[in-house]
């Protein structure tokens, strides 16, 4: 296999020159800004902490707010989007890198001539790959298909359909034939640039290679191409990049339109001369002068920790979420902002439902992982209106055995019957389980089970779980900011409208954008990539986000939401990613209940306090981005130590 790659690699070196189309049409990008000098992803991710110096609070325009290239800022909705499960890196971000790729191919008029294609996969790709549904991804992407709309049911048919029929549609328009063992290369050692690597090339029926390129799946759904290398918060997800504006790739708004026709000029003479073909020419010189105008986003407030994002609130008596509303601005209308806040929460919402009405026993893998989030859910409808509890799943076929609708039309709120006085499961015997363990003839004689339950508890485990069942089977979900680590924010937020708010609209957008502050601090100062950071970087973050979000819509301070978030953090730092089997199952599930619970801890801690603490969210950001340094590559989403070494799969469990 490694030989092979290394053939390949050979070939792709000797091949350049007839590579110059497609290169030049992804370097015409910007390469550079003047703040930031060309550095592979992963060290520029890393030095560009260099840049986050203390605010001094003396100093009347604090050097985090200055409006420079290295900003924290993107679109929330950057950083939350609709997805498929179970990996915003590894079926996400792979399935864009491949419609992308596809869409360059047609745009360059080589589809059509395409017989070939070798897919390589590097790195953590290779390592879980598999158990992550990176094929799947990848195939489905190939033919054309977008992570978000999709239709996921079909993914798994569509996937053995190719691989049996040994046919692939390129972008759902030409076929080439495809065969899965010969044509995707699994190479365990990563790229340079960055763990989560994949390398596309394409061929003519001769075997000439025609194009190809490398991607970067950076986490949380985000890809980098190898030309665009230095951007890691180019995004390309629902848009394509040559319709994205240019600024907005480059987090260049806030600089004048000269620095940026300095930048893309000095990038447009380094590239090497070519014979551009008509559509090439077409569009670089489109992009050339979509360049030469300076793009049209300019972003009121910029800031690149969580010491200049409090300062702003500060100076314009704005609170997090109204700040991150009037950036949004710059794209979108209040109506569009509105509307596409509510459409995430649906979606989040219908994954909790579609979790907690699962008729399917256990989770697709040979783990054979039992879904708890019906019996969770069921648990909880028990008590004092026994008419209300849903039936069990097996029943489902009976008259009148759904569940209720997603709350979009008919919430699932409960006039709550909770379960202070839920009996022990009966024993597959029928003879009921034992409720005791241990002899009464004892000094220390055994507790008999305790009929106490935390029901705020049950209730952000049950939903936590549901929606990471749903995206374990590959189901749809929101990145949030990542598919493992997409149960908290939704189970805090569910639980926060369902039990506590008075104004739910008003609560979901405040505690979206929150969060979607607070998730921008860490993409920026650390990173949202398991494959960098261990769970500290998913299931971390998110419970640091969802621990802000709560604190804002709990009325705290920008002080105690940035403080909430850094409770959530510092009690996360050293996270490992060890996905047993490389599937998101076990820790991944539970992890997120127990996130959704640390949130709320953390929320309640800081709602506390006065905002006055010892360790700030800066500080945690960057003891998180060390950590993820240092930790060993066995414990970064590679399934090589930890429980995934430690918990022997019977090897009767047969192959996924
Ligand atoms: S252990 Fe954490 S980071 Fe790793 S796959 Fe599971 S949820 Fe994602």
Redesign the pocket.
């Known amino acids: 296999m490694r030989s092979s790659t290394a053939a390949l690699r050979t070939a792709l070196k000797a091949y350049r020159p007839a590579l110059a189309p497609a290169r030049l049409a992804l370097t015409s990008l910007p390469r550079s800004t003047p703040h930031s000098p060309p550095l592979t992803l992963s060290t520029r991710r890393f030095a560009s902490q260099a840049l986050a110096t203390p605010a001094n609070e003396d100093d009347p325009v604090p050097a985090d707010v200055l409006p420079r290239a290295e900003h924290a800022v993107i679109s929330a909705f950057d950083l939350f989007s609709i997805g498929v499960g179970p ?1 915003s890196s590894h079926t996400v971000g792979p399935m864009r890198a491949a419609k992308i790729f596809v869409e360059d191919l047609h745009r360059l008029g080589l589809l059509d001539r395409v017989a070939k294609l070798k897919i390589g996969l590097y790195g953590s790709l290779a390592a879980t790959g598999k158990g992550h549904m990176t094929p799947e991804a990848i195939m489905m992407g190939l033919e054309g298909d977008d992570p978000e709309t999709i239709e996921t049911t079909t993914i798994h048919s569509r996937y053995h359909s190719i691989l049996a029929n040994k046919h692939l549609t390129l972008n759902g328009t030409h076929s080439i034939s495809y065969s899965h063992d010969r044509d995707m290369l699994w190479t365990m050692d990563p790229l340079p640039a960055h763990p989560n690597g994949m390398r596309f090339s394409v061929f003519d029926k001769e075997g000439t290679l025609m194009a190809t390129n490398e991607y970067f799946s950076v986490g949380g759904g985000f890809v980098v191409n190898e030309q665009t290398q230095v951007d890691e918060n180019m995004y390309y997800r629902s848009i394509h990049k040559d319709e994205v504006d240019h600024a907005r790739r480059d987090q260049t708004h806030g600089l004048p339109p000269d620095a940026l026709l300095h930048v893309d000029t000095a990038a447009a003479a380094a590239l090497p001369p070519v014979s551009v073909p008509g559509d090439e020419a077409a569009a670089v010189a489109a992009a050339a002068t979509a360049d030469a105008g300076g793009g049209t986003g300019s972003l009121p407030y910029l800031f690149r920790n969580a010491a200049g994002l409090i300062k702003l609130t500060q100076k314009h008596n704005l609170t997090i979420a109204q700040l991150v509303w009037e950036n949004e601005r710059s794209y979108l209308s209040d109506g569009d902002i509105s509307r596409k806040l509510l459409d995430l929460w649906h979606v989040m919402d219908s994954s909790i439902h579609a979790g907690v009405s699962s008729t399917e026993p256990v989770l697709p893998g040979r783990l054979q992982v039992r879904r708890r989030a019906p019996h969770l859910y069921r648990r909880l409808f028990k008590g004092f209106y026994p008419s209300l509890i849903p039936p069990h799943p097996s029943s489902s076929s009976s008259p009148g055995s759904s569940l209720p609708p997603p709350s979009a039309t008919q919430p699932l709120t409960l006039q709550h019957g909770l379960n202070h006085h839920a009996a022990p499961p009966p024993s597959p015997s029928g003879g009921g389980a034992p409720l005791v363990v241990g002899s009464f003839d004892h000094p220390l004689p055994p507790t008999p089970r305790t009929k106490g339950q935390f029901p705020a508890i049950d209730w952000l485990s049950c939903y936590a779980i549901a929606v990471n069942e749903v995206n374990a089977s590959g189901g749809r979900v929101v990145t949030a900011p ?1 598919n ?2 997409s149960g908290v924010i939704p189970s805090v937020l569910k639980y926060l409208i369902e039990f506590m708010s008075d104004d739910p609209e008003r609560d979901i957008k405040t505690f979206l954008l929150t969060s979607a502050a607070i998730g921008m601090l860490y993409k920026r100062g650390a990173t949202i990539s ?1 494959a960098e950071g ?2 500290q ?3 971390g973050v998110a419970s640091s986000m969802a621990a802000g979000a709560l604190v804002a819509c709990m009325g705290g301070t920008p002080k105690q939401v940035c403080q909430a978030a850094e409770i959530a953090m510092e009690h996360s730092l050293g996270l490992t ?3 047993i089997d490389g599937l ?1 199952q076990v ?2 599930i539970e ?1 997120n209940s127990l996130g959704a619970v640390k949130a709320v801890t953390a929320a309640q801690l800081a709602l506390a306090g006065e905002g006055i603490h010892s360790v700030s969210l800066d500080d945690a950001i960057e003891a998180m981005r060390v950590t993820a340094r240092d930790m060993h590559s066995a414990y970064k ?1 590679t399934s090589l130590s930890g429980l995934a070494t430690s918990v022997k799969i019977p090897v009767s469990s047969p192959a996924c």
């Open positions: 990996s990542t493992g680590a398991a261990g769970c970087a998913e299931v990613c060890d996905p998101v820790p991944c992890r989403e």
